[in-house]
């Protein structure tokens, strides 16, 4: 024990403070503020936006579905019909080409409506032989045009029909 020293406790001079120094802190919030005040006005950075003038248009009156437009309709068998006229697969593209040519180039358009249960490879066949016999724009039609004809009988689909998006 001799080796050992004995510690020895110095009493402090007063009471250890509780209390909180504010004024680094006061000193550090006010660095902060003006730092930004300064960098926040070089942040405002103008985006030039371009909107387009606001015209009250009239909605264009959808076309009557005539004789002029070609719808081609793919039945559940595999069949293939032009305005309502049935046609053969195999001379599905001559027969087409025939009614393209008779248009003009910006009015080359082709709908189609397949039926639910029809092959989705017909419906493919369907497309490439219509771009091969010259159409320009392919649309698909999933509800009849309103007051459509169909084998000669008038169909009246209701008066919301939407139109058919032609799809290039």
Not at 65 to 86: A, F, H, M, R, W
């Amino acid at each position: 024990m001799a080796g050992r020293k004995q510690r020895q406790f110095v009493k402090p001079a007063s009471a250890p403070n509780s209390e909180i120094n504010v004024t680094p802190l006061v000193d550090v919030v006010l660095v902060l503020l003006i730092i930004f005040m300064v960098v926040t006005p070089l942040m405002e950075k103008d985006i030039l936006v371009r909107v387009p003038d606001t015209e009250v248009e009239q909605e264009p009156t959808p076309p009557d579905p005539n004789d002029q437009q070609l719808v081609v309709q793919l039945d559940k068998d595999g069949g293939y019909s032009i305005n309502t006229e049935k046609i053969q697969p195999a001379d599905y593209v001559n027969r087409l080409k025939r009614m393209l040519a008779a248009k003009k180039p910006d009015e080359k358009i082709v709908f189609f409506m397949a039926d639910d249960a029809a092959n989705y490879g017909r419906l493919i066949v369907a497309l490439d032989g219509a771009k091969s016999a010259g159409a320009k724009v392919l649309g698909m039609a999933t509800e009849l045009p309103q007051n459509a004809v169909i084998q000669g009988t008038q169909v009246d689909t209701g008066t919301a029909a939407p139109a058919p998006a032609p799809a290039p």
